[in-house]
């Protein structure tokens, strides 16, 4: 599974957009790129996913180069609930395979008022 | 529908005991995943099972086994607790496996 690289922190205020870029160099043809929020004391949630190009959902929207050895994840907007790590994980499907998700250390975004 | 249910969702231990924990999937998913968080290792997966049978397994001693019962509810067993097993178990499942996996909050396991 191709290994990932985040920034470890990264800060912005209330309504500003974010943009968390994820390096994936020795990506497979076959691997998706998959994004995942985490809370404090709470299980990961799974924000976007895709494989090429950009991809929008109604909370985020990923935006990957033909290349595809990086990845950029936007976040529209942010609030103080979006305070929280925020992982990229590149693999077959969904991440990862057979149930196995490879999770890297993360960016803590912090959102200030 | 319900989400994934962890149980318990604190639970102190002392080293050398043993602890078993729940994990009730979304209905319908047959594959369930374990990971272990702590803060120096981060998130780490720990094995898979689909249809009652382990199918992938991490790095981690034999003191830590798991089990999925027919109607894909999961457990975690560990035996002998160290110090070092402090930290949250998290559950995710899944259809089969290879499709976006949904978490469960967690049990915080504290080992004294």
């Known amino acids: 599974l191709a290994k990932t690289t985040q920034p470890i922190s990264m800060d912005s205020y209330e309504g500003q957009e974010v943009n968390i870029t994820c390096s994936h160099n020795n990506i497979a043809t076959n691997d998706y790129i998959t994004w995942y929020q985490q809370f404090p004391s709470q299980g990961p949630r799974f924000i976007i996913q895709g494989y090429k190009t950009k991809v929008t959902n109604e909370v985020a929207s990923l935006f990957i180069p033909a290349d595809r050895k990086s990845s950029t994840l936007s976040l529209p907007r942010v609030s103080l609930s979006d305070t929280a790590v925020y992982y990229c994980?590149?693999?077959?499907?969904?991440?990862?395979?057979?149930?196995?998700?490879?999770f890297g250390k993360g960016t803590k975004l912090s959102v200030k008022p | 529908k319900a989400g994934v249910t962890q149980t318990p969702r604190y639970l102190i231990k002392t080293r050398g005991q043993q602890v078993t924990l729940s994990c009730s999937p979304i209905?319908?998913?047959?594959?369930v995943s374990w990971y272990q968080q702590t803060p120096g290792q981060g998130l780490q997966f720990l094995f898979e099972y689909f249809s009652e049978t382990q199918r992938n397994k991490g790095n981690f001693p034999g003191r830590f086994s798991g089990r999925q019962f027919s109607n894909s509810r999961s457990e975690m067993n560990v035996s002998t607790l160290e110090l070092g097993d402090s930290a949250l178990y998290l559950c995710?499942?899944?259809?089969?496996?290879?499709?976006?996996?949904?978490f469960g909050p967690g049990t915080r396991l504290l080992v004294l």
């Open positions: 209905s319908g998913h047959r594959s």
């Open positions: 995710a499942s899944s259809w089969t496996g290879q499709e976006t996996q949904y």
């Open positions: 994980l590149v693999g077959g499907y969904y991440g990862g395979s057979q149930g196995n998700l490879i």
